[in-house]
């Protein structure tokens, strides 16, 4: 398969990734450098409003994210990746706009500017309001990918499984989907949402020995953490001890929801929950970091609840 090179890539971060989950943020900027990717952050970028409005005539939740995509347009520079694949938009009918990628990492954001993306080309009235409401004339020449996207689509995972400086052999890891980046699967299209692989396969890209297991693309409880913790930590429960039960020795997911309740939540859980062993739970972008060996500084290993450095020393990745 003939791989684009990419060397410019515009990219969303999102709120969560300038916060609690910036060690998401930081390892895929530093690792994009040494695979030869600039990342350029869009400015000015706001909130995308973290959740995509099913209300069919909510016009005012879909503000957010179809100002990031307009600014995403107008900030592609003339060398920027312009992709060829318009399957899933309609800027084929306006060959005058150049189109051009925009990645984020967060799975809420991909989810919410993806589904604005494809609902704005199915209502060209939706598209004129608010376009109109904005002052914007974004006309559906960005397309939305998950750097995982990026990596399988354009980068390709065996030119990535060359740039490995310290293959994770040994390293049994449980992928984890979760719901916002495969559903709803029509929209989103990242993969099958039954039987996915890219996570998958790029774990193996890295060296890694991957585990699967039934509960990767289940539920963790999302929000529920706020108005219903007990559901929340017993979804996240199912999914951990399932993870252990496969003997795994870490999980690897891109949500900042889910590591929240999936990490963040591993004391509360072991509380409740008589027997549960604790499992590290790692972003993508922490193994990737590891496998380019990445300045441990970088990864800011402390921020993890369930502390990894055990069996980073174990397999010896780390001194």
């Not at 009235?125 to 689509?153: A, G, P, S, T």
């Not at 052999?169 to 029509?186: E, F, H, I, M, T």
């Not at 996570?199 to 929000?223: A, I, T």
């Not at 003997?247 to 900042?256: I, K, Y």
Request: aromatic fraction near 10%; glycine fraction near 4%; include cysteine.
């Amino acid at each position: 398969m003939t791989m684009t090179k990419i060397t410019k890539l515009l990219y969303y971060p999102g709120c969560t990734l300038h916060e609690k989950a910036r060690h998401l943020d930081r390892t895929v900027r530093e690792s994009a450098k040494i695979l030869g990717i600039n990342l350029i952050e869009l400015s000015n970028w706001t909130c995308c409003g973290a959740a995509f409005p099913l209300a069919c005539d909510n016009k005012m939740g879909l503000l957010a994210p179809t100002r990031i995509l307009a600014t995403a347009a107008k900030e592609a520079p003339n060398n920027m990746n312009i992709h060829n694949n318009t399957s899933d938009i309609k800027s084929e009918t306006r060959p005058e706009y150049q189109q051009v990628y925009l990645t984020t990492l967060c799975a809420f954001c991909y989810n919410v500017l993806k589904r604005t993306n494809r609902l704005l080309s199915e209502d060209e009235y939706k598209l004129r309001k608010i376009n109109e409401f904005l002052e914007e004339n974004y006309q559906l020449n960005v397309k939305v990918k998950h750097f995982l996207e990026i990596l399988r689509d354009d980068y390709g995972f065996d030119t990535l499984a060359g740039k490995i400086k310290q293959p994770l052999s040994d390293l049994k890891v449980v992928p984890y989907y979760g719901c916002q980046l495969l559903r709803p699967a029509k929209e989103m299209q990242l993969d099958d949402p039954e039987q996915p692989s890219i996570m998958e396969n790029f774990l193996q890209s890295l060296g890694c020995e991957v585990v699967d297991f039934p509960f990767k693309n289940e539920c963790c409880g999302s929000y529920q953490i706020i108005d219903n913790e007990d559901i929340a930590l017993e979804l996240s429960y199912k999914i951990l001890n399932n993870a252990n039960k496969h003997r795994a020795d870490a999980m690897a997911l891109s949500c900042p929801v889910c590591y929240y309740n999936l990490d963040k939540k591993q004391e509360q859980i072991s509380e409740r929950y008589s027997g549960f062993k604790k499992l590290p739970v790692f972003y993508f972008s922490e193994l990737l970091a590891l496998a380019l060996k990445m300045d441990l500084k970088l990864l800011e290993l402390s921020r993890h609840y369930v502390d990894p450095m055990p069996i980073l020393l174990d397999k010896n990745f780390v001194n």
